[in-house]
């Protein structure tokens, strides 16, 4: 069975008729049709799916370096890393944090406390740590 034929068949499962799914579905099959004519080995369709992975999570291919043109000031005195959108710092000589590396599950959702911001040092690779998950009955209160 080809690849692409493994992909319609999956994909008719969890297409519900609607026009949203409809196009979702074909957009994904193009894309493994396109991934198919490549015409990979197993060693280089591995590679080659992590790192799609990787750039449509937003997750850079080799870790950060902390150098100053990474980070862009999105408001005055606070920096977010232009190649991982979760890396951020408070000034450009205070240590930056992934504000993803920890979540605390809500009623409503997942959220981050940047009260335990975790300092993260460079050179950095996002995406290498586990996500810690606290169970909360009432969502706190925002400031």
């Keep these: 069975m080809s690849l692409v034929v493994y992909a319609e068949q999956e994909l ?22 396109i991934f198919s004519a490549m015409e990979h080995s197993g060693s280089t369709a591995q590679w080659c799916r992590g790192a799609l992975h ?5 997750q850079p291919l080799t870790p950060l370096t902390g150098e ?12 977010q890393n232009r ?15 992934d504000i993803s590396l920890v979540l605390y599950r809500y009623p409503d959702g997942l959220i981050t ?25 009432q969502t706190p209160e925002t400031k």
């Design 68 to 79: 100053r043109d990474e980070w862009i000031e999105y408001v005055e005195g606070k920096f």
């Design 83 to 97: 190649r991982c959108p979760t890396v951020f710092r408070d000034a450009i000589n205070l240590p930056a944090y």
């Design 12 to 33: 008719a499962k969890i297409n519900s008729g609607d026009e949203l799914d409809e196009f979702m579905v074909a957009g994904i099959i193009e894309m493994v049709k």
């Design 113 to 137: 406390d940047p009260a335990l911001h975790t300092p993260i040092v460079f050179p950095y690779t996002p995406g290498n740590y586990e996500f810690i998950e606290k169970e909360y009955e």
């Design 54 to 58: 990787r750039l449509l999570n937003f």
